[in-house]
Structures are given as structure tokens and as C-alpha cells.
């Protein structure tokens, strides 16, 4: 994929009959893509589509299609929300704490020279402008990791962020998939690594993907 269209990115499409569905697609799904034309890359092999995901207003609601790179209307990664600080023209972070804590997280982070960006629910509203994250949301995060990150490093993350008055779920994104920094700062054994293909047990994220075991 495009570097602009690679996992959680956020594209902007013109409604559902811009997506390819492998199923009929239940009626929340159009409901959710007339209120906002947006879907989220998801981590998979396209063979020349898009993998995406549409999400609903409810967490159950999630649901996987497909999507040609013609029908891209607008992109709009993690990492650019972070740069451009797109939270501080919110006028809801005194209503969810996930909102409010964004400033903290920049800074513990540009501190350090790490490339991040918001997910989850609250990446979609900054990317949408349409109202998703609720005051229970938790952060979803992103740190860019293209080389080895120092287990001393990621539990410094950690224990920055703990204090935060909202739990933040924070993902190394690694050349081959996605690692938790949590699980990776633990260190206590084989580690789960999200890849295009599925999960998979490594001991280093960064290495040639094979079984833990091997």
C-alpha cells in the first residue's frame, strides 16, 4: 500500500457504494458511513485493495470490507493528527478524557524524538470531526519503531503515561507488524506480533518473522 494508506490510516470515502463487501453489509454499516464517509486500514493482505474496516457506533459494530485506491477521496494518518495537534481545535476535551490527555502523551513522546499518533476512537473523530470517543474511551496510540526501541526505553514509556487520568493503549508499530509496548517492556517471554498474514509468537519483533520456538 501507499505510505499514506498503511495501517490505521484514515480514508475518506464518498459513502458505502465506494466499498467492496464480502457480505451483505448489515444496516448499521451503511447507517454509520452515511453519518461519516470514513473507514480505517486494517492490518491484512489486499492483493491490490485496500483492507479497511468500518465501525459503528457501538464496539460490537466493526466489520471488515475492502476497498479500490481510486476510491480514496482523502487520507489522513495517526502521525499527521500528532503533528499537526488536531485535538487542540476540539471542542470536547473538558467532556473525554481521552481528548484531554493527548497533550500529555505529545509530550512525553516529542521529548523523546518518538513519531506516534492517536487511534481508535479518538483518531477517528480527529480525523472525521464526527463526535466518537465517549468519556470512557480509552487512548489508543501508535509509535512509529522502524529500528529496535531499549526495553529501558519502552518501561520509561510506561511509567510516564500510567499517571495519565485515562488508560492508554500504546502500539509499536515494527517494519513487519505491531508489537504491545506493555508486552514488550515485560519482556517475560515470547511476544505477540500482529502481521499481515495474522498473529504470530516472536521473540524479537524486529527480526525475520518465525516462531518463537524456532
Not at 464518498?14 to 463487501?21: E, F, K, N
Not at 480509552?138 to 526505553?153: E, H
Not at 495474522?198 to 518465525?210: C, E, I, K, S, Y
Request: positive net charge.
Amino acid at each position: 500500500m501507499p505510505p499514506e494508506v498503511t495501517t490505521h490510516a484514515l480514508l475518506r470515502i464518498s459513502g458505502a457504494d465506494s466499498v467492496l463487501w464480502t457480505d451483505p453489509p448489515p444496516a448499521w454499516a451503511l447507517g454509520a458511513l452515511a453519518r461519516a464517509p470514513w473507514v480505517v486500514v486494517r492490518r491484512a493482505c489486499g492483493a491490490g485493495l485496500i483492507p479497511v474496516g468500518v465501525r459503528g457506533a457501538l464496539r460490537a459494530q466493526r466489520l471488515a470490507a475492502w476497498l479500490h485506491p481510486g476510491q480514496v477521496l482523502e487520507s489522513v494518518t495517526p502521525t499527521g493528527l500528532a503533528q499537526r495537534r488536531s485535538w487542540l481545535k476540539s471542542e470536547r476535551r473538558g467532556l473525554v478524557p481521552a481528548l484531554a490527555a493527548l497533550d500529555a502523551v505529545d509530550a512525553v513522546l516529542r521529548a523523546r524524538g518518538i513519531g506516534w499518533g492517536p487511534c481508535g476512537s479518538v483518531g477517528f473523530e480527529l480525523a472525521s470531526g464526527i463526535p466518537t470517543a465517549s468519556p470512557a474511551s480509552d487512548l489508543d496510540v501508535m509509535i512509529q519503531a522502524p529500528t529496535p526501541l531499549p526495553p529501558a526505553v519502552a518501561m520509561a514509556l510506561l511509567e510516564a503515561l500510567e499517571p495519565l487520568p485515562v488508560r492508554v493503549d500504546v502500539q509499536l508499530e515494527v517494519p513487519r507488524g505491531a508489537v504491545a509496548l506493555a508486552e514488550y517492556a515485560a519482556a517475560r517471554g515470547p511476544l505477540v506480533l500482529r502481521t499481515v498474514d495474522g498473529a504470530r509468537l516472536v521473540r524479537d519483533p524486529w527480526a525475520a518473522v518465525v516462531p518463537a520456538a524456532a
